[in-house]
T-cell receptor, first 112, second 109 residues
Framework: SQTIHQWPATLVQPVGSPLSLECTVEGTSNPNLYWYRQAAGRGLQLLFYSVGIGQISSEVPQNLSASRPQDRQFILSSKKLLLSDSGFYLC???????????FGPGTRLLVL | KQEVTQIPAALSVPEGENLVLNCSFTDSAIYNLQWFRQDPGKGLTSLLLIQSSQREQTSGRLNASLDKSSGRSTLYIAASQPGDSATYLCADNTDKLIFGTGTRLQVFP
């Protein structure tokens, strides 16, 4: 099975600062990769997904962007953080659609 | 657009009870249905994946069923234990995961 690594585990950033969250995948090649956000008391929202290097699809308009510079690396970024970007960010990976997806441990982001 | 709903939102039960968690979805053209567990402040752990050709899956004390015609899936937990306390999420896994809002379960000794 796959292992999804995410870091950092917790991040506190001031409003207007940049952001870079990294996710790497172990145990598979050419995975589909996903970034989700879970706001306090709310469900999981899909932000971005990628089916290959350089291929990014955005699900919702927002202040964030994603990149996939390598097959097993997925990065979530922002140039200027907003208070509303606070939340729990989860990276997930899987094979073909409809197969099991595996989740990383998450990054808790607090924007002050 | 698929919408996934989970009832109840929260559940507190004594140890040893058998539980049923419900998941309903509006679009019956679902391919797979997946159940996850999330411990506080942690990522998601996949519990069971029910493929469209299956009606149920079992893993230990967990049994999940899928009825596409009625737009429902249930997760049955037998002989609940305090270690089962967590939030349980179901998701339509047809193309991209579409999650319900979860059921927060607390099992007390």
């Amino acid at each position: 099975s796959q292992t999804i690594h995410q870091w950092p585990a917790t991040l506190v950033q001031p409003v207007g600062s940049p952001l870079s969250l990294e996710c790497t995948v172990e145990g598979t090649s050419n995975p589909n990769l996903y970034w989700y956000r879970q706001a306090a008391g709310r469900g999981l929202q899909l932000l971005f997904y990628s089916v290959g290097i350089g291929q990014i699809s955005s699900e919702v308009p927002q202040n964030l962007s994603a990149s996939r510079p390598q097959d097993r690396q997925f990065i979530l970024s922002s140039k200027k953080l907003l208070l509303s970007d606070s939340g729990f960010y989860l990276c997930a990976g899987g094979g073909e659609p409809q197969e099991t997806q595996y989740f990383g441990p998450g990054t808790r982001l607090l924007v002050l | 657009k698929q919408e996934v709903t989970q009832i109840p939102a929260a559940l507190s039960v004594p140890e040893g009870e058998n539980l049923v968690l419900n998941c309903s979805f509006t679009d019956s053209a679902i391919y797979n249905l997946q159940w996850f567990r999330q411990d506080p402040g942690k990522g998601l752990t996949s519990l069971l994946l029910i493929q469209s050709s299956q009606r149920e899956q079992t893993s230990g004390r967990l049994n999940a069923s899928l009825d596409k015609s009625s737009g429902r899936s249930t997760l049955y937990i037998a002989a609940s234990q305090p270690g089962d306390s967590a939030t349980y999420l179901c998701a339509d896994n047809t193309d991209k995961l579409i999650f319900g809002t979860g059921t927060r379960l607390q099992v007390f000794p």
